[in-house]
């Protein structure tokens, strides 16, 4: 089977692998799709210290059960699956443990299937903990700021206000259910934030965008006490210049970030019933498509971020 497997940076190559043998809990799938992530970025653009290459990775698939282990009782061959899987999604078949597969439901699209955001969004939306009533700021609404926004609507927040730099996410933001756009390159965002909460600032701050701006720009707009929430991805050195404010602010500040595997599939049960039930519009979010050959366009795509583009994936033939 063919697997795309990365051997430095912007070195794909597409290579024969042999079929993963199937332990007595696993199951076979047959890969459709396969989402590309922004926390893989890094490790394409450039060669990450500590990482051994080639990597197989690619955790965000969708596939149909090909054959299951004898143990397995709940899949069959031809069921339609999103899994959680920490890599070697770029490749045509994988095996994967059963109890880190969910079922998706026939109106839900191998492609907006994707298990590993919802994952994340579900657990960043309980970990808050949000009231009725509370007023939150999304700090970038990019894919995971798009899924996290319409789960937030679900909580019963007073309102929702998306801040971000393109206008076409902006226009997409309202129409998924926000309350209020803000582009900071337009207006400035402390002031509208201001206006908006009696001078105090949101009640929940969420900071999607996983940089030093929109860290920074999430605690400007936080109430005294409220919670910041850090959700985006930050590998590499620290952000936080300004811990002195935070601490002043007396902010409850919430790392919404999870590499606990219970918690993950946890979360991502409750991401995928709430896909399977309608309660997520993934449909507008999955914006380009490239098949497996054509991954380095995909990743290319994935960081340049074209007019238009929120989410690129992989689908396989
Ligand atoms: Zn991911």
């Known amino acids: 089977m063919r697997s795309a497997v990365l051997y430095g940076p912007h070195d794909w190559r597409i290579e024969d692998l042999n079929i993963p043998s199937l332990n007595n809990d696993d199951v076979l799938l047959k890969v459709k799709v396969c989402g590309v992530c922004h ?25 149909e ?35 880190r597969l969910f079922k998706i439901s026939d109106n839900v699209s191998f492609t907006e299937a994707m298990a590993e955001p919802i994952a994340c969004t579900t657990n960043g939306v309980i970990r808050a903990n949000i009231h009725l009533n509370d007023s939150v700021a999304l700090v970038g609404t990019g894919f995971m700021g798009l899924i996290l926004l319409q789960q937030l609507k679900l909580r019963g927040a007073k309102f929702i206000a ?49 940089n030093e701006t929109t860290l920074n720009l999430a605690a400007d707009i936080c109430r005294m006490e409220g919670k910041l929430v850090i959700f985006g991805f930050h590998p590499g050195p620290r952000k936080i210049k300004d811990l002195g404010y935070w601490n002043w602010m007396a ?6 970030h999870f590499r606990d595997l219970n918690t993950i599939l946890n979360g991502t049960r409750i991401g995928m019933e709430m896909l399977n039930a309608g309660k997520i519009n993934m449909k507008p979010l999955i914006t380009h498509n490239f098949k497996l050959d054509e991954i380095e366009n995909a990743f290319m795509a994935a960081k340049e971020k074209p007019k238009g583009f929120i989410k690129s994936v992989i689908v396989m033939n």
């Open 39 to 63: 926390s893989e970025i890094h490790q394409w653009n450039v060669k990450v210290n500590g990482l051994e290459y080639p990597r197989y990775i690619g955790h965000e698939v969708a596939g």
């Open 251 to 256: 902010f409850d500040i919430i790392n919404a």
């Open 162 to 210: 998306a801040i971000d730099v393109r206008e076409e996410i902006l226009e997409l933001a309202k129409n998924l259910g926000a309350d209020f756009v803000i582009n900071p390159q337009k207006e400035n965002t402390k002031d509208v934030i201001k206006d908006l909460t009696n001078g105090k600032g949101v009640d929940i701050s969420f900071e999607v965008g996983g």
């Open 65 to 99: 059960v090909l054959e299951s282990g004898k143990d397995v009782k709940s899949f069959k061959p031809g069921d339609r699956v999103a899994v959680w899987t920490d890599g070697k999604g770029y490749a045509e078949q994988i095996n994967v443990k059963s109890n």
